[in-house]
C-alpha cells in the first residue's frame, strides 16, 4: 500500500453532489498518493452518508454541526498523517496533474513553504480568486471612494485584485485563498492552523498573513489549475457579501494596529454604504449591498461577536465522529 503524501482536506455543507464531483475528478487526475479527508458541518442533504457510499477509501468526519471553515479544516488536517496538507474547496474540479504539479514545484522550490493555484470559471475564464493583494489603508480607501470600481482590475486603485494579472505565471503573493491551499504538515503546525476565531471568510488572508511573519513566501504555481465554481454552500448574495464584510473586520481588528483599526472599519463601512446608496434611494431593500448596509452593526463588529447575528446559533455541535477507511 503506498504511503500518502498529501492530505486533501475538503470541507462540505449540503453541497453533496459538489463534493462527489470534486472528490471524483480528484482521484482521476492525481497519481500521487492521496489521503482525502471531508469534514461535514452538520448538513442536512445526507453528504456523509452519500460520500462514504460513493467513496470507501476517503475519511469522512462528522464535526456534529457548522462549526465554520476554519475550524472544519483545522479537524480534517489533525485526523491527517501526510507530510503535505492540501486545501481543495468542494465546488471544484481537479485539472489532470493539478496535485502532481503542486507537490513537484512544492518539492523542487522549498523555500516559499506556502503555495496556491490557479482557478478558472465553468467557461474557462480566469477566477482571480484563488489568490489576493493585502487589505490596507490605500485598499480600503479605494473601496470607500468607489475607485476599485470604476478601475476595477488596475493594479493602483484596487490593489487587492492584483491588476489584469491572469494567475498564469509564478508570481510571490500576499494572500493564498483557502480554496486551493498547499503546506507542509510541519508548516501547518508552526502557524497552529487557521484562527478559529474567524468562522467563515477572511481566515485564509488572516492565515497568509501570519505564514508570511513567519519567513514564508506564499507563491501561485499556474500548473495547478482547477475550476471553481464560487460559493456552493452560500446561497444569498448580501448574506455571503456580509460574511466576508465580517471576515475583512475581523483582519483588521486583529492583524492591524490600535491606530489604523477605526480608520479601517470606517472605509469599510464607507464603501459598502457608497455602493448600497443607489438602490435605497430606489426604495430596493433586497439588493446586495443594500443587505450589507443594513447587517452593517452585525459585521462591522467581527467575529466572533458577528457568528451569532449571521449564521444563527452553532455554537455547540454535537461530538464529532469519524469514519475512516
Not at 182 to 197: Q, V, Y
Amino acid at each position: 500500500m503506498n504511503v500518502p503524501a498529501v492530505a486533501v482536506i475538503i470541507v462540505n455543507y449540503n453541497t453533496r453532489d459538489e463534493t462527489s464531483t470534486s472528490i471524483a475528478s480528484l482521484l482521476e487526475t492525481t497519481t500521487t498518493p492521496l489521503e482525502v479527508i471531508v469534514v461535514d458541518n452538520g448538513s442536512i442533504d445526507d453528504s456523509a452518508a452519500h460520500l462514504r457510499a460513493t467513496f470507501p477509501d476517503i475519511t469522512v468526519i462528522d464535526a456534529g454541526g457548522n462549526i465554520g471553515f476554519a475550524a472544519g479544516v483545522n479537524l480534517g488536517v489533525a485526523h491527517a498523517h501526510a507530510a503535505w496538507v492540501m486545501l481543495l474547496n468542494p465546488d471544484t474540479v481537479v485539472l489532470d496533474g493539478a496535485v502532481d504539479n503542486m507537490l513537484a514545484f512544492a518539492e523542487t522550490h522549498p523555500s516559499h513553504r506556502l503555495y496556491g493555484g490557479r482557478t478558472l470559471r465553468p467557461d474557462g475564464t480566469t477566477d482571480p480568486s484563488s489568490c489576493w493583494g493585502a487589505m490596507t489603508l490605500w485598499s480600503l480607501t479605494c473601496f470607500a471612494t468607489g475607485l476599485s470600481t470604476a478601475f476595477k482590475r488596475n493594479r493602483f486603485f484596487d490593489p487587492e485584485s492584483l491588476g489584469k494579472w491572469e494567475r498564469d505565471t509564478v508570481r510571490e503573493v500576499p494572500i493564498i485563498t483557502g480554496c486551493l491551499l498547499f503546506i507542509r504538515r510541519s508548516d501547518w503546525e508552526l502557524l497552529a492552523g487557521m484562527d478559529e476565531t474567524y468562522f467563515l471568510y477572511g481566515e485564509d488572508a488572516d492565515f497568509s498573513s501570519r505564514a508570511i511573519a513567519a519567513g514564508m513566501r506564499p507563491v501561485i504555481v499556474p500548473e495547478a489549475t482547477i475550476i471553481h465554481a464560487v460559493g456552493g454552500s452560500t446561497a444569498s448574495s448580501g448574506r455571503k457579501m456580509s460574511m466576508v464584510m465580517a471576515g475583512k473586520a475581523t483582519v483588521i481588528r486583529r492583524r492591524w494596529s490600535r491606530r489604523t483599526i477605526p480608520i479601517g472599519l470606517a472605509l469599510l463601512q464607507a464603501g459598502a454604504g457608497l455602493r448600497a446608496l443607489p438602490h435605497r434611494l430606489r426604495g430596493r431593500r433586497d439588493t446586495t449591498w443594500q443587505i450589507v448596509w443594513d447587517q452593517r452593526a452585525l459585521w462591522r463588529t467581527g467575529y466572533p461577536s458577528a457568528k451569532a447575528g449571521l449564521f444563527g446559533d452553532t455554537a455547540h455541535p454535537a461530538p464529532v465522529t469519524v469514519a475512516e477507511a
